[in-house]
Structure formats: C-alpha cells, structure tokens
C-alpha cells in the first residue's frame, strides 16, 4: 500500500506561481513513476507531468515551458512548480503513483486526494 498526501494549491491570479507536493509513504518499489493529473470541471482528468525514479520527464504539451515537475526520491516526494498560471489551468490537482515490476510492467497506481488550484483572470 502507498499514501499519498498533497499539498500547494490554492488561488492565484494570472500570470502566478504555485508550487505542488506529494509525498509517499508506505511500501515504495524502486522502479516507480510518479505524476501529476488535473481535472476541471465538466472535463476528463488529463495528464499535466510524470517523472520516473530514474528522473525521466514527461509534459502535456499545454504545460511545457510554464511547469516544471522534480522528485526527491530520499524524501519520495514529488514536487511541480507551475509558472504563468492561467485561468484554463483551474482544476483539482492529483498525484499518482505507479509502483513497476520491471521498466515496462506496472504493478498498481495510487492517487492522491487532489488539490484545488484556482488561477483568476
């Protein structure tokens, strides 16, 4: 089993920053990835950012440039810094994630609870 708990949202106006943590706890495989998903309102939960253990990043293409997603694997925590906040960024916020048994087969996922960001106009 795997919590994960997070923390950084909140409102900010356009153009702002916030930054996000997960932290892990629990039983942590060494071969993981860890991500970050937003949901907005009305809209399918989308893929923002994931890092692997081995610190391989991925970004949705709406994010490159404007967020910036790191790990501490001594801390098992993930973090996601968020630059030029806009509105269209408003959503719930979640962690996930995905114990492997090897590179390529996944074991399980976890999420976290999500966190509200709010960007205003």
């Known amino acids: 089993q795997v919590q994960l708990v997070e923390s950084g949202g909140g409102l900010v106006q356009a153009g702002g920053s916030l930054r996000l943590s997960c932290a892990a706890s629990g039983s942590i495989f060494r071969i993981n990835a860890m991500g970050w998903y937003r949901q907005a309102p009305g809209k399918q939960r989308e893929l923002v950012a994931t890092?692997?253990?081995?610190?391989?990043?991925s970004y949705a293409d709406s994010v490159k440039g404007r967020f910036t997603i790191s790990r501490d694997n001594a801390k098992n925590t993930v973090y996601l810094q968020m630059n030029s906040l806009k509105p269209e960024d408003t959503a719930v916020y979640f962690c996930k994630m995905s114990r492997f048994i090897t590179a390529s087969i996944v074991f399980d996922d976890y999420w976290g609870q999500g966190t509200q960001v709010t960007v205003s106009s």
């Open positions: 890092i692997t253990s081995g610190g391989s990043t």
